[in-house]
């Protein structure tokens, strides 16, 4: 396929949740837990309180399965491209899911406001559709992604002729 000048890319981002863990992180602190909690639990099953054992296990349990679930969800992405014809969207769930949007550059509007009682959101808006996109991201980074897309779509202003 040939790239036509209108189907250059102009600009383009890809926003992802800020995860600090990786999964090797996540097994060696679970690994350490169990050092730590495997002869507590030993103790308490010999001094006759068997049942903390148990307890700790479900929370051992339960601390790895929302560590595991947390680090999945770092694995969405969001993908910004913006050609003369049209900005799009593609958002890869942490499941695999993809879903696109497109909107006109010469009438989009970027903008990010406040959401009730948590903190901020970045909104693109275009003939009546809205579409919130790095809502994972913090103010000051929903900021910086409004601005470099502002300053990309200043070319794109509505053309009358």
Not at 75 to 101: A, F, K, L, P, S
């Amino acid at each position: 396929m040939y790239e036509t000048d209108s189907d250059k890319v102009h600009f383009h981002a890809e926003l992802r949740p800020n995860r600090s863990g990786t999964l090797r992180g996540i097994h060696i602190l679970f690994g350490f837990l169990l050092f730590v909690f495997l002869p507590t639990g030993v103790i308490f099953v010999v001094v006759g309180a068997w049942p903390v054992f148990g307890f700790m296990g479900a929370e051992l349990l339960l601390l790895y399965a929302a560590l595991r679930i947390s680090h999945k969800r770092g694995g969405m992405v969001e993908n910004i491209w913006m050609t003369e014809r049209r900005v799009t969207i593609e958002r890869v769930d942490h499941w695999g899911g993809r879903r696109q949007w497109s909107f006109p550059p010469q009438w989009l509007k970027v903008d990010v406001a406040a959401r009730s009682g948590r903190g901020t959101c970045l909104r693109l808006r275009s003939h009546g559709r809205t579409l919130t996109i790095g809502a994972f991201l913090t103010a000051e980074e929903q900021d910086e992604v409004a601005s470099a897309l502002r300053d990309a779509l200043t070319g794109f202003g509505p053309r009358t002729a």
